[in-house]
């Protein structure tokens, strides 16, 4: 994925937000870094964002002994053609793969007043919104970073958004992961986020009334810029 022109942005409001399409996680990582540096230098003063969606991989952060939480043995991870990736990202392990958002928000911290505790509540917020706005009831877990979704006939919560950052420079990169119509049996590869804990997708929850990936792209962009318009008191 080369750098890209202001002219390619899906949406151009308070931040540019690219579409990615379907992108391998390198090349992701080495447009995010792109735009990490134009951030830096004052092209985008405000921050940007890139949504993608990438084919399997298994991604390792860096919480101590995630590496332990993949449980496939290589041969099993060859024949379903799933990529493993060390990640510089916070967080433990997880699954990307068609059918996930994978937004990657590249935001001056210092701009919007944010702490990375501030800033980590505030991507699970838009998650929250986002989900409300198709009528999904998403919530957080204290202790236990990302957005959960609880049906009453449910005994425990699922997961169904999963999110690690890294700052260089008070600048963030790296995101959040959203479940939209994601096959969710090569969750069953790892032990999500090291946590034992079940996830879910929107198509899960929603049956035939799952939206497509284009209507939640442009959902979650409109949540980002409202939330950081808020932030510094303007209108959008």
Known sequence: MTPQSDSTAMHAGLLPVFDGGLVEYAAALERQLDLHARVLQGQYPRGAMLLVEHPAVITIGRHPGAEKHLLAAPELLAARGVAVHDTDRGGDITFHGPGQLVAYPIIPLNFYGFGLHDYMRFLEQVVIDLLASFKVKGYR????????????????????????????????????????????????????????????????????????????????????????????????
């Open 141 to 236: 877990i204290e202790g236990a970073t990302g957005v959960w979704v609880c049906r009453a006939e449910r005994t425990v919560p699922e997961k169904i958004c999963a999110m690690g950052v890294k700052l260089r420079r008070w600048v963030s990169f790296h995101g959040l992961a959203l479940n939209v119509t994601t096959d969710l049996s090569y969750f069953e590869l790892i032990n999500p986020c090291g946590l034992g804990r079940p996830v879910t997708s929107l198509a899960s929850e929603l049956g035939s009334a799952c939206p497509d990936m284009s209507l939640v792209k442009s959902r979650i962009a409109t949540h980002v810029e409202q939330g950081l318009a808020g932030r510094l008191n303007i209108p959008l």
